[in-house]
């Protein structure tokens, strides 16, 4: 990060986190074969998506609401992750899960550094 704007890799760490949520529900949410349920969780992954494309506009100020984010992804990986050891996860749930931990790293170092103080 440039000493002239202290959020800028954050800001662009956020809108990847985003654009990945967006680009991983987006082809649940236009598969006119799956369940409800399936739909129902696409929409909760958008919606973390446009929570952090909300602060990416201001991270140190609003990286608290990154809690969510982390609760959120890692509860995933914890409820996945057996069914991806055991060969049973629909296919993509591995590296889908490995791009949630990267993020959720991401976020934990953004809430335990530049924004543990605030500005």
Known sequence: MSKGNPGRGWKWMLWGAAAYNWLVSLPVLIDGQLAAEAKISAVLVAG???LYALV???PVRLAPALWAGVA???GLVVLLAP???S???APGTGPVLAGDLVFTAAF???LLGPA???R
């Open 48 to 50: 973390f998506g446009l």
């Open 56 to 58: 990416a506009r201001d």
């Open 72 to 74: 959120g992804k890692l």
């Open 83 to 85: 069914s991806v050891a």
């Open 87 to 89: 060969g049973t996860a």
């Open 108 to 110: 934990l170092a953004l």
């Open 116 to 118: 543990r103080g605030g």
